[in-house]
């Protein structure tokens, strides 16, 4: 049965697209049916994150306009056979989704794919409202600094009340993915530490992705890091996020720089 | 998903009664208005987003002295959304409607309960147990996050969870938080100055009792982060305390 995932965070610029592209691509990896859907109409970078730019003919809103039908739309993954990109128009803005093009979208997606991941832009209005609208389970994307926490918290109380699930009286699953984290950073006392986040959003927690070059790089050379260098510590967090995704039982680790003992001393499991 | 096609409804009008806050100015008006400054230097957000109702039982005024003091309660950042206490007589185009039949809140009779930026509907919040003939109270046992807003005038409010940064619990009776009150709290809203706020830990944006306030700024650093209650001393100055 097909999982509908929202990556969203309220917050911009704290991770939602490179989430979406690793997460999606770590989910791919063993043959199971990804496709990552673009919300970010205006503004698309999933794109650009997957290194799919040049190949992009029709977009979410051709496909929800009817100009374009949807298999049309989609890109296979040139990596990975069963990872699939559902870009955004960068010509158009939000106004051009609507909830009926949207529904049918997502429905006829449910039919071909496993996993379906929606990558909501930031803010709270019509696009990130319209990617979580069908949502069946959420990954609520923060950086550990209280703008980005707070408007996680503001997030999970809109997809508590805004979404179909909700709606009918059913509970949205949602998982805490905490991304560019540097614990030599948090044991400063220059970013919130984990239990902090965890005690202000009481959200369960998915995976802690450490802060990281790797990151930025795959990124300019449109490659989800979980694919670009998948021995990495970025990578690694991401595949055991997806293995937790899938219903795994894995064991969390605070990243932690390796730069020896000092680290060590630091090292601890989380909740 | 049939069901999620828009039908088209034919237009629909209920009734339905909202909080709102009144304030009564008091002759002199220039000086009530002074009084009011004083109290914005202090929080100049207090009104921000809130419903207000003028009261003007308490003064006599024309026509044009009523738009004056909308105008200059605008200019503070006041809406105002209805005028009551005055002889509709005296009203004119471009006030603000006449309220009839407004009347304090604390009122056996169950209203809305609360209220939402963003309603949850059916699990978490439930109806308060308005038929019973016990003192009415309403639990909730998730987290209030930012930007919901909780209205019970009946009672007491218990929050099992937290109350996020930015979020609002409005309460005729008591509060209880057993999990960090980040966000507002305002006891005794219907005119309650018994009313206190309990909470596991403190960090709030603003505490208030019977609309006397204190914002974060004024709550001392000892007391933050622990267990606390705040109420009203005999001089209708809210206090806080340590509770252990």
């Not at chain 1, 306009?65 to 040139?78: C, E, F, S, T, Y």
């Not at chain 2, 909080?19 to 002074?34: G, K, N, Y």
């Not at chain 2, 604390?106 to 699990?123: H, K, M, N, Q």
Request: charged share 25%; aromatic share 4%; hydrophobic share 45%.
């Amino acid at each position: 049965m097909a999982q509908v995932l929202v990556v969203t965070s309220g917050k911009g610029g704290v991770g939602k697209t490179t989430s979406t592209a690793a997460l999606g691509a770590a989910l791919a990896h063993d043959g199971t049916k990804v496709v990552v859907i673009d919300f970010d109409v205006g503004l698309r970078n999933l794109d650009l994150v997957m290194g799919a730019e040049r190949r992009v003919v029709f977009d979410l809103v051709n496909v929800i306009n009817g100009v374009a039908k949807l298999p049309q739309a989609l890109i296979r993954d040139k990596r990975l056979e069963s990872l699939h990109l559902l870009p955004a128009s960068q010509t158009r803005d939000k106004d051009a989704l609507t909830e009926d093009g949207v529904a049918k979208v997502i429905d006829e997606l449910r039919e071909k794919f496993d996993w379906i991941i929606c990558d909501s832009p930031a803010g709270i209005e019509r696009g990130a409202t319209l990617a979580m609208r069908y949502a069946d389970a959420a990954i609520i994307v923060t950086n550990p600094e209280v703008s980005s926490v707070r408007d996680s918290d503001r997030i999970i109380g809109l997809l508590d009340s805004k979404t179909v699930k909700a709606e009918r009286g059913e509970r949205i699953d949602k998982h805490l993915l905490i991304t560019r984290y540097s614990s030599s950073r948090a044991a400063r006392g220059e970013m919130l530490s984990i239990d902090d986040v965890l005690e202000i959003l009481s959200t369960p927690l998915l995976g802690i992705i450490p802060e990281s070059q790797e990151v930025l790089r795959a990124s300019n050379v449109g490659s989800p890091v979980t694919l670009s260098n998948p021995l990495g510590a970025p990578a690694r967090a991401y595949f055991d996020a997806a293995r937790r995704l899938k219903g795994e039982q894995v064991s969390m680790s605070v990243p932690s720089e390796n730069r020896g003992i000092f680290n060590r001393l630091f090292a601890r499991k989380a909740a | 998903m049939s069901s999620l096609v828009r039908q088209r409804h034919s237009l629909m009008f209920r009734p339905r009664s909202y909080m709102a806050f009144a304030i009564a100015p008091q002759p002199p008006v220039v000086d009530w208005l002074s009084d009011l400054d004083a109290s914005l230097a202090r929080s100049e957000a207090f009104f921000a987003g809130q419903h207000v109702a003028l009261d003007l039982s308490a003064v006599n005024l024309s026509p044009s002295a009523i738009g004056q003091l909308v105008t200059n309660l605008e200019e503070r950042n006041i809406r105002v959304l209805g005028i009551e206490g005055i002889d509709p007589a005296k009203w004119q185009a471009g006030l603000p409607p006449v309220l009839r039949g407004g009347r304090t809140a604390r009122s056996a009779e169950p209203s809305a309960a609360i209220t939402a930026a963003d309603p949850a509907p059916a699990p978490g919040p439930a109806r308060p147990a308005s038929q019973s003939p016990e003192p009415a109270s309403l639990m909730i046992e998730d987290p209030v996050r930012s930007g919901q807003s909780v209205i019970f005038t009946e009672g007491d409010v218990t929050v099992l969870g937290s109350v996020g940064s930015g979020a609002e619990i409005v309460a005729g009776g008591s509060i209880h938080v057993y999990g960090t009150l980040r966000g507002r709290a305002l006891a005794g809203a219907t005119g309650n100055a018994r009313a206190r706020i309990f909470c596991h830990r403190i960090e709030a944006e603003l505490l208030a009792i019977n609309s006397y306030y204190r914002t974060a700024d004024d709550i001392e650093d000892s007391l933050r982060r622990r267990p606390a209650q705040a109420w009203l001393d005999a001089g209708n100055t809210l206090q806080i305390s340590a509770m252990n």
